[in-house]
């Protein structure tokens, strides 16, 4: 009898299992626990929304990203890199890139954000090239805020950002708004 009931429980642990699992689950997603508490921003599927000043949307959502070292005329830094690319109107490429240092602490920064060597937001910048025209997180029309949660190298490069505001050009008054999540690694 108690076989019975030990074989019975077992079977049904396992049917309970076996249930809980199916295609559909993401084997990266942490759940419910300690290791489902990330400092990694929450929201909507990683990707970043671009919208330019003639309502043209552009949807970055396949990042690469890589990992430099700093220029010998610069602060030494492990420098993370993530680059998209999306088609613009008229077939023409338009790229995205977002550079900032290793980091696991994260933070908040306004925008715009001037690189400020020996600061440890140094080499944190949003930039978009699109039409000709080149939009950065560092210019003087941009507003919003970028949320830094990750940049890692080693073992495998990765980064974890949140951004939603304005871009800005050096070159013209084009801006740009620009929303999302860059989630890799």
Do not use: K
């Not at 599927?45 to 330019?52: E, F, K, L, S």
């Not at 507003?143 to 990765?158: E, H, K, Q």
């Amino acid at each position: 009898m108690r076989r019975t009931r030990a074989a019975a429980t077992a079977c049904a642990l396992a049917a309970l299992v076996l249930a809980s699992c199916s295609d559909d689950a993401d084997p990266e997603e942490p759940g419910p626990g300690p290791a489902a508490e990330s400092s990694a921003p929450a929201g909507p599927a990683p990707g970043v929304v671009v919208t330019t000043t003639e309502d043209e949307e552009l949807v970055f959502d396949d990042f690469d990203v890589t990992c430099r070292d700093s220029e010998d005329d610069q602060p030494e830094a492990r420098i993370v890199v993530a680059t998209a690319t999306a088609t613009a109107t008229g077939d023409d490429a338009a790229t995205l890139q977002l550079t900032t240092v290793e980091t696991t602490n994260g933070w908040r920064l306004d925008l715009p954000h001037v690189e400020e060597y020996g600061s440890e937001e140094t080499f944190v910048n949003l930039f978009v090239a699109v039409d000709g025209t080149e939009l950065s997180s560092a210019e003087e029309g941009a507003s919003g805020s970028l949320l830094v949660a990750l940049g890692r190298c080693d073992p495998t490069p990765g980064i974890e950002v949140q951004v939603e505001g304005t871009l800005g050009s050096e070159n013209s008054d084009d801006t740009a708004t620009v929303e999302g999540r860059i989630s890799v690694g």
